[in-house]
C-alpha cells in the first residue's frame, strides 16, 4: 500500500507538472469538435496559450526565471518549425493570421510546454543531479543534436551517433528526486527515453487533433512512426540539458551571493 500511495503522489506531482500541455491539448480537442467565432483555430490557439502563460506567472505557478526558460525553448522550437515545414517535414494546412511562412505562431508553445514541464517538476520534485558532466562536454552536445536537426537534410543524419555519445556521456549520471519525503533516484538516460516516449504518445493525440500533420497524413490520421521517438529524445535531450544547465549556474550564483554576505558578530554591534 504504501509503494501504490507513493505511485499515486507521484503521478499527481507529474499531473500538476504538465498543467500546461494539457491546456494545449484540452484547447486543440475543444478547437476541433467546436468552430469558434471570428477568428481561424490557428489564432484562437495562440490566444489561449498566451493567456494561459499570463495565468501561469501571475499566479506564482512558473517564476520569472522558469519564464525566461520558457521563451528560450519557444524561440528554439519556432526556429526548428520553420525550417521543417519550409523542407516539408509536416505542414499546417489550416488558414490563420498567426501564421509566418506557413508556420501558426501558437506551434512554439508545444515546445515550450516540455521546458514547462521540466521546470514544474524539477521544483515539485526537487530534482538533484549526481555526477553531472562538465558544462564543457553538455554544451557542445546539445548544440550539435539541435544542429543535426537542420544539417540531416543536406548531409549524414548522425542522430544515432550523438545517442551513443549520449549514453558514454551520462553513463554515470544519476537523476535523485523526491517523492513525498522519501528520495529516489534513476540513471539519466532512462529519463530521458521515458519523456521521449510519452511525448511521442502526446504527438499522436496531437495529430490526431490536428495540431499538424505528416505527409502520410494528409489522407487519413495513422499513428506516428515509432522512429520519431528517437527524435523526441533527442529533443528532449537538448531540453534537460539547457534547464539542467540554467539551474546549475542560478545555484552556484545563489551559493556565491551568500557567502559573501557580511556576517555580524557581537563586538561589531
Known sequence: MRALKQLVYFGWQQALSCLFPVVIFASLAITQIFSL??????????????????????????????????????????????????????????????????????????????????????????????????????????????????????????????????????????????????????????????IGFFIWIAENIATYFGAWEYPYQRDAWSLVHLGKVSSWLLLVIVSFLIVATLKRVKGESATKSRTRMPTLDRKSL
Open 37 to 194: 467565432p471570428l477568428l481561424p483555430r490557428y489564432d484562437w490557439l495562440l490566444i489561449i496559450c498566451l493567456f494561459m502563460q499570463w495565468v501561469m506567472l501571475r499566479s506564482g505557478l512558473e517564476t520569472r526565471d522558469e519564464l525566461k526558460v520558457i521563451t528560450l525553448f519557444h524561440m528554439i522550437g519556432l526556429a526548428l518549425e520553420l525550417f521543417k515545414v519550409h523542407m516539408g517535414s509536416w505542414s499546417y494546412p489550416e488558414e490563420g493570421y498567426s501564421k509566418v511562412f506557413g508556420v501558426p505562431l501558437y506551434s512554439g508553445f508545444m515546445y515550450a510546454s516540455v521546458a514547462s514541464y521540466l521546470c514544474q517538476a524539477w521544483r515539485r520534485l526537487d530534482v538533484r543531479l549526481v555526477k553531472w558532466p562538465s558544462s564543457l562536454v553538455v554544451v557542445p552536445l546539445a548544440a550539435a543534436i539541435y544542429l543535426n536537426f537542420f544539417t540531416h537534410h543536406y548531409w549524414i543524419d548522425v542522430r544515432w551517433w550523438l545517442s551513443a555519445l549520449v549514453i558514454l556521456v551520462f553513463w554515470q549520471a544519476w537523476v535523485n528526486y523526491e517523492v513525498n519525503g522519501i528520495r529516489y533516484q534513476m540513471p539519466l538516460a532512462l529519463s530521458f527515453v521515458l
